[in-house]
């Protein structure tokens, strides 16, 4: 999970930080958290970024350009999920909302509301969404819950549907897919697979998929981190956090 705090006020981003490594440190899951003490400098970092933030906590008043200037820039852009507005000004409170933005908290922060609003965007990015791709036969989409993996073949690669079609899609890197589906249930276990987890019933050196008999082989590179993700997964589902 990629966290990122944008507020002028230090001691907020300390607060936020602490709060935000607390709650991963409890449930013991991994975290990357990024600050930015302006506007400008998050919308510098938009210019050259390559990574997606899963969670945003922004301030609605800073000097210079504004929380609410920030969110308008982000709208249309797939560089950030979802975002969240801290305040002191609750008054700022109708121009916060928009497209990605799930809440808005006056401050001062407690952890408790901090907590719920972890596990509410964890819930929200982890449930089925739909997703378009190129195919030789133009733009097409599909749920994600309607997939079971994606392989790369050497001139191009497909989707493996739940129901038995195979979808060939048009050159796009296997690290393009893993970007795309990185806040879903999805698993990279080989150079040509990236798998849906809903599906798996067993990984070990294979995978098991519980809609075919087909076993696929976790690549020695990709071993460890696929079965650390793959036991996050199950553990989530065990809490009750995914559906």
Request: proline residues 1%; hydrophobic residues 40%.
């Amino acid at each position: 999970m990629r966290v990122a705090v944008c507020d002028d006020d230090r001691e907020c981003i300390l607060q936020i930080r602490q709060f935000t490594e607390m709650f991963y440190r409890n449930v013991g899951e991994t975290l990357e958290f990024m600050e930015f003490s302006s506007g400008e400098e998050i919308i510098s970092w938009m210019e050259s970024a390559k990574d997606t933030i899963e969670l945003l906590i922004l301030d609605v008043e800073m000097d210079g350009i504004s929380g609410i200037d920030v969110k308008n820039e982000l709208m249309h852009e797939d560089l950030v999920k979802r975002i969240v507005f801290f305040t002191s000004h609750g008054e700022a409170m109708p121009m916060a909302f928009g497209l990605k933005v799930m809440n808005f908290y006056e401050k001062p922060l407690l952890y408790e509301a901090f907590e719920k609003l972890i596990f509410l965007v964890q819930s929200e990015l982890q449930e089925n969404q739909y997703i378009s791709f190129a195919t030789s036969e133009g733009l097409k989409g599909i749920n994600t819950e309607e997939i079971i993996y994606i392989q790369s073949h050497k001139d191009y690669s497909e989707i493996q549907c739940k129901n038995g079609e195979r979808i060939p899609l048009i050159i796009v890197s296997m690290k393009a897919w893993e970007d795309k589906l990185r806040c879903l249930s999805f698993v990279r276990v080989h150079k040509s697979y990236i798998i849906n987890m809903a599906y798996i019933t067993r990984m070990k050196e294979k995978v098991e998929l519980n809609h075919s008999l087909e076993k696929i082989t976790v690549g020695r590179t990709y071993r460890e981190t696929a079965r650390k993700n793959y036991e996050e997964y199950v553990r989530n589902k065990i809490r009750g956090r995914i559906r």
